[in-house]
């Protein structure tokens, strides 16, 4: 136990230290603290998508695990440094080398219907997560459980046959009530758009496409949070969004660059709004169907790269409001490695690598062939999000230079998933991921992912990365762990199965009349249940 705590103690340092420097807010904004916390008001967020199953382990969509955070607990948690702590659990031991994790839970936890939680909901979870039934992106980690057994009402344990270094966190999964559940399909249960959970939120309402209402818990364990609802409202593009702020119908977005740097910095928007900027814990990339031929060649990967300018996205998307991605780790954090191979703006080079993978404009039309076939290609983002269509619109004139036809298509955030994305039926993506704490990534970059529904979105299979991400999560040595990681993003640098663009900043901007929100290595919303309005300045009477 002390073993990896130790570790995640000192991995956790290390990112504080990375974060609070690219976590300096925007000159001009208040701490956004002041008045005295008082219950009542109604908080409204919006969000370009709507959620597609509020049961998380079935949804692969940040939408819908941004609404669920609200609903469900796991038995641990990250605070605002990104240490592990307890949610559910109250305490926990890590005995045998760290093969043994036995969890202590809370006794005084409620379901939303007043049932109580124990650790059978504990084990009741994670036979559902690793029921072959079960159509889940997020069982792999459950699997390395070799046995797991209740020893009381609130005392859980479970074994591992060998080390496993992101144990301990993968227990944050949202437990779901075995007496709702058990002997139920999940893939058709009505708590999939009508959810019970422990939560500090509790479902009142979901309306297609429109907006889901949560209503504050008043038995939740930490106690009632102070908003009395939550309302998500579904506006699915970033311009309408901001309309809606500017209206002051909305409490919170993620501002655009432009919007952040043009169009909120004047008086009105001071007064009533606050607004943050930090490095966001995500990349956006240019992913390759490696299924389709000519994107299972390396050099018409790395090809493309070379046709594609960061900077010029960077600057002329972002207005230098990012970073450069150069694989799936943070800029400046742990576990990142800024020796990778990196690809310059080359057109020349590209144009070489093309010339070396067969293709070359034998009819100087001004597009390359390879055996009669035109390379045309397809690029598919989702609606909504201006920042991936205008990427999207770079790539296609720089890839257009050296003689690669590009088309754009932009899809419906729900049909952009189910339909392309979850069915490699796509030339290439962009998309975006988040960059966890954890560096484990086996869910993105192991070949056993590279299936439909799945997160191996490239399809990539490479069998030194699955050994390299195996050694990496059943090992506490940091170092060990350090050396796989860095050595993985030399191959994915190298392979190219994405293009990695951009780390964007993060920039929220959330009403003035909203308190209690302290800038953190973990972003503005780690303590989301702390906000609050002052009694003279709520808005809201009733949850709708």
Not at 35 to 63: K, R
Not at 392 to 418: D, H, M
Not at 469 to 497: M, N, S, V, W
Request: aromatic residues 12%; glycine residues 6%; proline residues 6%.
């Amino acid at each position: 136990m002390k073993a990896k705590i130790l570790i995640l103690f000192i991995i956790s340092t290390l990112v504080f230290l990375a974060c609070s420097k690219a976590n300096n807010n925007s000159p001009g904004q208040n701490e956004a603290s002041g008045g005295t916390p008082a219950y009542g008001d109604v908080f409204v967020d919006s969000s370009i998508g709507d959620a597609s199953n509020l049961i998380t382990m079935l949804a692969t969509d940040g939408a819908s695990h941004e609404v669920a955070a609200n609903i469900y607990n796991g038995l641990v948690k990250y605070d605002k440094d990104f240490n592990i702590v307890p949610d559910l659990a109250e305490s926990w031991e890590i005995k045998n080398d760290g093969k043994t994790i036995i969890f202590h839970l809370r006794k005084n936890v409620l379901w939303h219907d007043g049932k109580p939680f124990t650790a059978k909901d504990v084990m009741f979870s994670y036979k559902i997560i690793i029921d072959p039934k079960t159509p889940t992106a997020y069982a792999e980690k459950y699997k390395e459980v070799k046995s797991a057994r209740i020893i009381d009402d609130y005392t859980f344990e479970v074994n591992y046959d060998k080390p496993f270094a992101p144990g301990l966190i993968s227990w944050g999964l949202e437990m779901l009530p075995e007496h709702l559940l058990k002997g139920r399909d999940i893939t058709t249960t009505p708590l999939s758009r009508a959810p019970v959970g422990t939560g500090p939120y509790k479902f009142k309402s979901w309306k297609t496409g429109d907006r889901i209402v949560l209503e504050a818990f008043d038995k939740y364990f930490e106690g009632r949070p102070y908003f009395s609802g939550i309302v998500y409202r579904v506006i699915p593009d970033q311009a309408t969004q901001f309309m809606e702020l500017k209206a002051q119908n909305i409490d919170m977005m993620g501002l655009t660059p432009l919007q952040y740097i043009r169009q909120t910095d004047t008086p009105d928007f001071k007064k009533n709004y606050t607004r943050y900027k930090y490095l966001a814990d995500g990349y956006t990339y240019l992913a390759f169907n490696q299924r389709r031929p000519p994107f299972n060649d390396k050099k018409v990967r790395q090809a493309i790269a070379y046709a594609i300018d960061k900077d010029e996205i960077i600057k002329g998307v972002l207005m230098g409001l990012g970073m450069e991605a150069t694989g799936p780790y943070k800029p400046g954090t742990v576990w990142y490695n800024p020796k990778v191979r990196k690809y310059p703006y080359n057109p020349e080079k590209a144009v070489e690598l093309l010339r070396e993978a067969g293709f070359a404009d034998s009819n100087n039309d001004g597009i390359v062939e390879k055996k009669g076939k035109p390379f045309t290609i397809t690029i598919i983002t989702n609606q909504g999000n201006s920042l991936r269509e205008k990427t999207a619109q770079i790539i296609q004139q720089r890839l257009g230079r050296i003689g690669i036809k590009v088309n754009i298509r932009i899809v419906e955030w729900t049909s952009f998933i189910k339909e392309f994305v979850d069915k490699y039926n796509f030339d290439a993506i962009i998309l975006g991921f988040n960059i966890l704490q954890d560096p484990d990534c086996y869910a993105v970059w192991h070949s056993s992912n590279a299936v439909p529904g799945n997160l191996n979105l490239a399809s990539f299979k490479n069998a030194e990365v699955d050994r390299l991400i195996d050694e990496g999560r059943h090992t506490f040595d940091a170092k060990k762990r350090k050396a796989c990681y860095d050595r993985i993003q030399e191959i994915l640098a190298e392979e190219q199965p994405f293009v990695f663009l951009y780390v964007p900043y993060s920039l929220p901007i959330v009403s003035s009349r909203i308190k209690g929100i302290v800038p953190a290595p973990a972003g503005i919303s780690y303590n989301f249940t702390k906000w609050y309005v002052p009694k003279d300045m709520q808005k809201y009477q009733v949850v709708p």
